[in-house]
């Protein structure tokens, strides 16, 4: 187990690139799955991403990401540690922001294959029929 500690900022494990392009995205509960909200990504990282958009999404909230392939070719990890559902990748909040111009910087961690808290991840997470059509029409 690595136990070793960052700090400042060197506390990140893996570089983040500024990237700002559009992205789509749902928050994955029940009464708000059907509802694709559009915002930008700030940055990107083999770990996750900070997004810029008008919705307050509470921490610890999973989300789906509809990114497009410059953002996934980044970092060519991102494929082989996260959870890849339907052409997204899934990700929970870890923090936000609220700016002064109303919309809301949200810090976004890539859910990995490997967490044990997440091994009833598609039993929590209810991907409709809608976001599936969504998908094919792309």
Not at 92 to 102: A, E, F, I, L, W
Request: a neutral charge.
């Amino acid at each position: 187990m690595n136990t070793e500690r960052f700090i400042g900022q060197e506390r990140r494990q893996f570089v983040r690139l500024s990237y700002r392009k559009p992205l789509n995205y749902k928050v994955c509960k029940e009464d708000t799955i059907k509802k694709l909200m559009t915002g930008y990504t700030e940055d990107v990282s083999q770990s996750g991403l900070l997004c810029n958009i008008a919705e307050s999404v509470p921490v610890d909230s999973v989300l789906w990401l509809l990114l497009d392939m410059g953002a996934l070719t980044i970092c060519s990890e991102v494929e082989k540690r996260s959870v890849i559902l339907q052409h997204g990748i899934l990700g929970r909040v870890v923090r936000t922001y609220h700016k002064k111009d109303g919309s809301f910087d949200v810090g976004v961690r890539f859910l990995t294959r490997e967490e044990p808290d997440d091994k009833d991840m598609f039993q929590r997470v209810r991907i409709d029929n809608s976001m599936m059509q969504h998908n094919e029409d792309k």
